[in-house]
């Protein structure tokens, strides 16, 4: 009896990162405390590297996010199995992936880049934190691409997107107890795009992300997105989703010993 009891408690310990863990290791030590442990890098490539990550985990002024500011969620538990940590293996492949991600960003939601878009998912008031909070074709890009995310992260069955997308300020409204946080009852109903918990936009980009992802657009999903977006912003919001798409596959060949 203590045996199977000691064997659940086992089970149910958690990783480094705040989840629970699991039987598998990562394939590379992530910079946690430098550059010092990886001697593939010469000194100009780690003094590099720890300054992108210097930049990633301090936002400048008038943004808040991160460490020490009191918001959610705390960043050191979730950006360590990230896949910008994977690219800082290599620093200049991670400075080439920063500069597309970030114009990805900003022409898909008209934030100011990364650091507006952390701004707004990761802050306890959501994107109501910086200026675009009063934007409304801003609020809603971003209600747009939050959703979007966590479709890759449900079609990928990436514990980390999941986890992260289900406890960042993903809401364009706060709900009744003031969280920006999405509900329970639209989080699991992430497989389902028809489900009533949807509107109709929310619904239209659930399904658009999936069509991306799958190969399988329809006349029926393609004149509908027309409609709401446009040619110009469908580009956007497709290549803001093979951006993370991207982050998937290289944190998953780094960290990951399958796709889950």
């Known amino acids: 009896m203590t045996e199977k009891a000691d064997a659940k408690k086992k089970a ?3 990783d480094m990162s705040g989840f629970w863990k699991v039987d598998k290791l990562f394939r590379v030590d992530p910079p946690y405390n430098g550059f010092g442990h990886m001697d593939w890098l010469n000194e100009d490539e780690k003094a590099l590297g720890a300054e992108w990550l210097r930049k990633f985990m301090t936002p400048p002024e008038g943004y ?3 460490i020490g500011k009191g918001t959610m969620p705390r960043m050191e538990r979730l950006l360590s199995i990230n896949a910008f940590y994977s690219w800082l293996s290599d620093p200049e492949a991670f400075g080439a992936f920063f500069e597309y991600y970030d114009s990805c960003i900003s022409l898909a939601t008209g934030f100011n880049g990364f650091i507006e878009l952390m701004q707004a998912g990761s802050n306890k008031e959501g994107i109501d934190a910086g200026a675009k909070g009063s934007d409304p074709e801003a609020r809603r890009k971003f209600g747009n691409v939050m959703l979007m995310i966590f479709a890759v992260a449900f079609e990928r069955k990436d514990d980390y997107f999941l986890r992260t997308m289900s406890c960042n300020s993903t809401q364009i409204e706060p709900d009744e107890n003031g969280s920006n946080i999405i509900t329970a ?7 389902n795009p028809d489900s009533s918990v949807w509107s109709d936009e929310e619904s239209l980009a659930i399904k658009f992300a999936n069509a991306v992802m799958r190969s399988e657009m329809t006349d029926e999903i393609w004149d509908s997105a027309m409609e709401a977006w446009g040619l110009k912003q469908i580009t956007r919001y497709a290549m803001f989703i093979g951006v993370y798409n991207i982050m998937l596959m290289q944190q998953n060949i780094y960290f990951r ?3 889950w």
């Open 185 to 191: 009852e639209k989080a699991v109903m992430i497989h």
């Open 12 to 14: 149910r310990e958690r």
């Open 64 to 66: 808040e996010f991160g």
């Open 257 to 259: 010993s399958k796709v």
